[in-house]
T-cell receptor, first 112, second 108 residues
């Protein structure tokens, strides 16, 4: 049973470009959570999704950020028109719901 | 929302020492986990412990749900134990909330 897979591991984007971060949950897991981590800081909640539904997006910036978890395929975190302040590590986690969650290895986004 | 507080924020120990990390949370929760983020940034599951006591080698954890706290014990510390230890809690069908972590440095 493969773990949570995130790709790419590293992503470099110029200011104004779009960033797409992918997260494939563990087999049998229908709940996905996205977090952002700045250097030397903790994990800040962004969004919680179940298949085809956004359950809680209270941590998502109102503009430029969106997330989806379609019926088929990975969960996608999309950042439009990236700015330098978007540079961070983005982690996703999955769980079967109300149970232990597991994290991927993260995507390090650098905006130049 | 639920507040999660971890203490101490930083801890420096000599190799071989023991330590206790604490996690307090402000409301009842269904789930509680401890994670270790190693110096390479990986988040490693240590314990899934909504209540009770568990042990895994040199590590053990206890959660007293009625008093809203959890403790992580590390015995005979090794340099590979260095990193940040996070406590995370979840209410049913809700987001997972992290504490700010305890940064542990083990000196050889």
């Amino acid at each position: 049973n493969a773990g949570v897979m995130q790709n790419p591991r590293h992503l470099v984007r110029r200011r104004g470009q779009e960033a797409r971060l992918r997260c494939s949950p563990m087999k049998g897991h229908s709940h996905v959570y996205w977090y952002r981590q700045l250097p030397e800081e903790g994990l800040k909640f962004m969004v919680y999704l179940q298949k085809e539904n956004i359950i809680d997006e209270s941590g998502m910036p109102k503009e430029r950020f969106s997330a989806e978890f379609p019926k088929e395929g990975p969960s996608i975190l999309r950042i439009q028109q990236v700015v330098r302040g978007d540079s961070a590590a983005y982690f996703c986690a999955s769980s079967p719901g109300d149970a232990e969650a597991f994290f991927g290895q993260g995507t390090r986004l650098t905006v130049v | 929302g639920i507040q999660v507080e971890q203490s101490p924020p930083d801890l420096i120990l000599q190799e071989g020492a023991n330590s206790t990390l604490r996690c307090n949370f402000s409301d009842s929760v269904n789930n509680l986990q401890w994670f270790h983020q190693n110096p390479w940034g990986q988040l490693i599951n240590l314990f899934y412990i909504p209540s009770g006591t568990k042990q895994n080698g040199r590590l053990s954890a206890t959660t007293v749900a009625t008093e809203r706290y959890s403790l992580l014990y590390i015995s005979s510390s090794q340099t590979t134990d260095s990193g940040v230890y996070f406590c995370a809690v979840e209410r049913s069908a809700s987001k997972i909330i992290f504490g700010s972590g305890t940064r542990l440095s083990i000196r050889p």
